[in-house]
């Protein structure tokens, strides 16, 4: 059976521990967990890039950054990709969302192009081809959005409500400080629960689905929290107490010898202020109230499909672009190849009866984050776009169907952007980076550095980098077999699709070209 | 010094080993070899893949096939990609054409971006951004061509006279019989040689540069032949006889145990008809006289170039899409990776005084053939554009100047549209290979099959094929190293360049993000 709708949703930095149903003593998150006890959880779920934009082009194209080009947040996706939204709207479909998507229009190449300014294409094409019902990206100031307006609308006087008031809260002097810093988000945010960012846009989820009808849909519902700015509103603020959070995880020893590019990491500000322990304290408590908000509206949005019948035609993912360190491993935000970051969870529920033996089950086989985009094209019955696609459909695995299985997933960085650039001297070619990651190794392949490695039957936290160790260099040798496997596998070959290719093998003559011939 | 002028010359399907100042002992080539007396003979220079199309967009992109993602002749080059001819242009300069390109239109690319059809952008994409003086690209039928315009204007009376005079002969019983037929070769071409392809396309170009005079130009001219159909116009036709070739190279080990996918092309048309000795007795001495041709009419156009003053301020660039097996190793045309066809003639003349120390010589070191976009985008002074561009420019080489030098040279193939693959029962995607070549070794790696290895210090032949010997198998894990750096190094972040990186490195205060601060 092929699912009539499909709802996409993705949260922003969402670490793969931070839910009720992946084994948190504390968070709850019912409604998730309800989410996996109707469809099945990935537990080893990996992105392409431990970056938003990296990530989710990676996520809206099912292409590697080594293929779609976007390696880091401000490297906008080339005008020649194509994304999910645009293999939509080849069938008549559309990709509609509410949320962020973090693309960034490729405004060189639309030029280069000359794609009319104000054309329809150039709108789609700025947007990644998402139908933008209501675009917020988050994390920073979006003065001119519908989200802003709303916000003044509710009251919030000011040209930047979000500033002012949703990233913002009154201290115990009575002064406006803003959840920029984080010594203050143990504070309820200025704006009320039911106009945060987390309300908002599923509102704008909500209102959509309802407005559908029994008309088809695909709905990306792509919410900014639990990223930060970490200022939660009342009453998420002070919903847990740092005794209910995970510990921090990190080892004195880790920075001893460290790998060059995480020492230099450790110098850049986010790192610097997540090893004192003061700002992970502050901010774990409140970046699990997000979470429960999250899932919170989450319950919501169940309630409407329950309502309006929506779980019988519906594919549901839900997933996140990356995790958090928090202060583990001595760093702060992402893009270290730690699984704290780069794996996420991803539960998906197929409506089919197909899948009904999977449910509640979790898969531990990798999965990706590029499996994503094939998954919901073949759940909508839609052509693969296989030369061009490089994840695979996890339908198979919900269905019980045999399916080849990843033995080991990659994930990539480009650094060039950050401050680690300058400290290590590195030209902006010579930053980037790649993982593999097997059910026993982790091995990190840097561009002009040395490997990093971590044995996880032993060391399951990556606590202790083996990159040096001399008696491994043949699991390292093994892992760089794996990495170039990968690399000769990515698809290059866009223009021509394989039917095509099937169509044209072994014809020439018929073009006249008669070469060969005695 | 810059240069003012460009003259890029490409012959197709010439061999490396056919030149005399390669040391050929018979075929006469004065002009090709007063070039490399002037400049500098790149003995060991490679193309990125052996075929046409995927060869030339490398060398017109100056980035490889995994890439540009044109990997094979039908694969049209993406309208993502950029060209020579659009970085010119970007400068305000031209890339003006006289002869082949092989450039497919990307129309999907083209419909899917609303390119106006027949707009100028359009037919400049469709062109790959040359300025087509005079396109012929020989190889098949063009009857609406300026080409088949002049002949029926000198009298050719036919609808097609490329196929009834240029390619056909009159044989011994008087019947008109065609080139395409390799046992009519050794029959003069029913053109006169004032008419043929090569001094046809001369011509334009010599036209072009009298033309402008004393303005700057670029201009690629690209000879058709010796590629097939093979057959020359008088007295070139019968300018050698067989043994003033050079003889068959092969050996009937080869056949034994031969690697899969060189068995399954010996199960194609070319191949079959090429392991017979009559078929490569009666093409080679053609061969030899339409390259001695191509020499004749370079030694008119150095006159040219003599009496306007332009050496004095044109980059001269000689070389050859990919060479053409003949029956060497029991294979005909090219696409695999014996060094008879990815080696190629590269001469570069550079009128700079810096270059003077270097006339002459021979550099035995490793080039590519997608160094030569940015060999010329650095002799005209203009932009690297080096965050896309994959190859190094040759000029440090021939001024004497310091330069990274390759360890290795890597060539692609796609072998999805070739009979080879139906004969293997593989699917579309996956025929690609890569070839690793340093001095010592070469390593063929092909996507699913045993790896072909060849010793070539012991064996420069390239007569036995290692891949399967044990005792090596830690120099193909070496070479599979290699290849993995090259993979490493390809540039997909196109969409950004290494200046905007660096400006935007560590910069993100301004655009009012904050993340990180306590």
Redesign the interface.
Known sequence: MTARNVLFIMCDQLRHDHLGCAGHPYLRTPNIDALARRGVRFSQAYVASGVCGPSRMSYYTGRY????????N????????MTLGEYLRTAGRELSLAGKTHVMP?E??IRR???AHG?D?ATRLRAGYFEELDRHDG???EPHSAYADYLRAQGYDSADPWTDYVISAIDENGQVV?G????NVHLPARVAEAHSETAYTTERAMEFIEARGDDPWVLHLSLVKPH??YMAPAPYHQRYTLDQCLPLHRDPAELENAHPVAAAYRT???????M?AE?SDKVRPAYQGLIEQVDDHLGRLWELLERTGRWQDTLVVFTADHGDFLGDHWL??KELFYDTVQKVPMIVYDPSAEADASRGTVDERFVSCVDVAPTILQALGLPAF??RIEGQSLLAALRGQDAPHREFVVSEL?Y????A??VLGR???EC?A?MVRTQRWKYV?W?GLRPQLFDLARDPGELQDLGEDASLEGVR?EM??H??TW??????????D?AL??A???VYKK????????
Chains 1, 2 share one sequence.
């Open positions: 950054p080594s293929s779609h080009g976007a390696t880091w401000r490297v906008p996706l080339g005008v020649g990709e490729d060189d190449g192009l000359g794609i054309s294409l994390h920073h100031a803003s920029w810093n984080m010594r930060w700015p850049q500000e986010e790192c610097v202020n997540f004192r700002v702060g935000e296989d030369h480009d060039s952007f950050r401050k650039r300058l030209q902006p070619d980037r790649w392949h561009m040798a760089r077999e990495l170039l690399f000769t596998r990515l698809k290059p070959r866009v223009t021509v394989n290719v099937a044209k093998t072994d073009a006249g070209v008669f070469y060969g011939v005695w």
